[in-house]
């Protein structure tokens, strides 16, 4: 498609997350950019969309410990007991409209479905989320996906050190959130 056949992605985002990713181009370096992820030397910035709780006083740390469910790796994972395997700063931009408010996210370690299952364990499940609080079934088979309620959720920002240049990089999502950008303040 885009003419170079070593192009990869070196991280994932959830399928339904819009924003930022990070690819390699070129072989030779492909692994000292996939340190800086496996090193958390990568400053990643999200924003979402979700509840409003005026009980939860922000900036606050969330620390959880999440479990990938044993049956099947597709499932929601779990939020355990146990010392916390996940940390994540988050921030209020602004209230919003409806009960809503728009969130800034910064995890500083990098687990399957992170932010929304902390988001959710926190009482604030993410705008559109198909898994979280509960799961939603898929569309039939042969039926399309209904994108009429999109995850609220953007990979806002990234920000590095260049491995292989020592350049500081700092790339920054133009997109917005529908509701983030509709919704009017409270």
Known sequence: LLGN???MPLHRLDRETAGLLMFSAQPATRDAYHALLRERRVLKVY???APW???LAFPLQARHRLRNPPQARHLPVQVVEGEPNVLTDL???RRLDAGLAHYRLQPHTGHRHQL??????????IVGDRIYPRLWPEAAPG???DYGNPLQLLARELRFDDPVSGAPRHFVSRRRLALAALATLV
């Open 5 to 7: 056949e070593h192009l």
């Open 47 to 49: 924003e979402a969309v």
């Open 53 to 55: 709780r005026g009980d």
């Open 91 to 93: 921030a209020l931009i």
């Open 143 to 145: 039926e399309p996906p």
């Open 116 to 125: 929304r299952a902390q988001m959710n364990a926190l009482g604030l499940p």
